[in-house]
């Protein structure tokens, strides 16, 4: 196992003791009691703040699209946190994780959930630079630099990327930033690690020079913010969570087809109490759509990664020395027999 794999063992082990702490809030849709026929409730963990990054879930929520699909009441609950303990421990039915996170869960703490389909299908993650000639241009660039980055799986995600394109991870100082760009303005660190659908617009929105690094197209090219399930769930339940899948299918195209509608949604409704800045939701949410939209999903539907994608995910994984086999960690079976029986679900918006 590798320096990166041994260090993604040590966050994982922190997720189970953080299972516990594990809060949430519903969101504003139809609490009505599910139908005889309907599922009961369902609990979502996403993966950050409710911001525009969940503008499909809102939707899906608003307009009735889980409770059609007999879920009621629908629990969105706000991350961070320990996403794959969830899952695992039961304290959520559909974790929102990543890749990595993921890879991390089964490999080192042998976890029973599986990744069924990816909302972005090429992840947004990016290192970030202040133009000039410390700019961090290049994946080579790393080298020697000091890169902002907050708790969690941001410093093995830099660490994988330098390995991933032959950098020494350890000539790089990791700074703890916490969401505190101002490091990297300020110039205290030389880059700082986040999304190209978050950090990266509040910063250009600033008038900021900034230098964008994707990690999706420089070597690691793996999905970003996924379903994760139990293994548990894809045996015993699989029409409750296709029926999740189909609301989130029916979300994420109308989120897609009117932006605006999703930022708003999150401004106004879901996260109305988090001082969001309109400007800044209004654009992420136009700025999300190629990493969901993309041209694999227009072929066969959101969500489902394509075996050539899967491959490529597994062999990034494996250049940041991951060693896990493409059907231990994904399912996109679910998906396959929905967009089957459904072909006009799979019709881009």
Not at 103 to 114: C, G, L, N
Not at 254 to 259: K, L, R, V
Not at 276 to 304: N, S, V
Request: with cysteine; glycine share 10%; net charge negative.
């Amino acid at each position: 196992m590798s320096p990166i794999a041994r260090k993604l063992g040590l966050a994982a082990a922190s997720f189970v003791a953080a299972a516990a702490l594990l809060t949430g809030c519903a969101g504003p849709a139809d609490e009505a009691t599910a139908g005889q026929d309907g599922y009961g409730s369902l609990d979502i963990q996403l993966s950050f703040v409710k911001n525009t990054q969940n503008a499909g879930e809102y939707m899906a929520d608003s307009r009735g699209y889980y409770s059609e699909e007999g879920f009621a009441p629908v629990t969105l609950v706000a991350g961070p946190t320990a996403i794959e303990a969830a899952i695992a421990t039961g304290s959520a039915d559909i974790g929102f994780s990543s890749v990595l996170g993921s890879a991390t869960a089964i490999t080192a703490e042998e976890m029973p959930i599986a990744i069924i389909g990816a909302i972005y299908a090429k992840n947004a993650f990016t290192v970030m630079s202040m133009a000039g000639a410390n700019a961090i241009e290049t994946p080579a660039d790393l080298e020697g630099k000091r890169i902002g980055v907050t708790a969690g799986t941001a410093q093995l995600m830099v660490e994988a990327l330098a390995e991933a394109n032959g950098v020494d991870p350890g000539t790089i100082t990791f700074v703890p930033a916490e969401g505190n760009t101002a490091l990297l303005t300020g110039g205290d660190v030389d880059g700082y690690f986040g999304l190209e659908t978050n950090e990266f617009i509040v910063l250009t929105q600033a008038g900021h020079d900034v230098v964008s690094l994707p990690l999706a197209t420089n070597g690691l090219p793996l999905a970003g913010t996924s379903f994760a399930v139990s293994r548990d769930a894809i045996a015993n339940q699989r029409e409750e969570l296709k029926a999740f899948l189909r609301a989130e299918i029916r979300g994420w195209m109308d989120a897609i087809a009117d932006p605006e509608a999703g930022a708003r949604l999150a401004l106004d409704v879901y996260g109305a109490d988090l001082g969001l800045t309109e400007a800044k939701e209004l654009a992420q949410a136009e700025a999300q759509i190629p990493h969901i939209l993309t041209d694999q999903a227009r072929k066969t539907g959101l969500f489902l990664l394509s075996p050539l994608q899967i491959e490529e995910n597994i062999a990034a994984l494996t250049l940041a020395g991951f060693d896990i086999d493409a059907d231990d960690l994904f399912d996109m079976s679910l998906l396959e027999e929905i967009y089957a029986e459904e072909p006009d679900l799979a019709v881009a918006p």
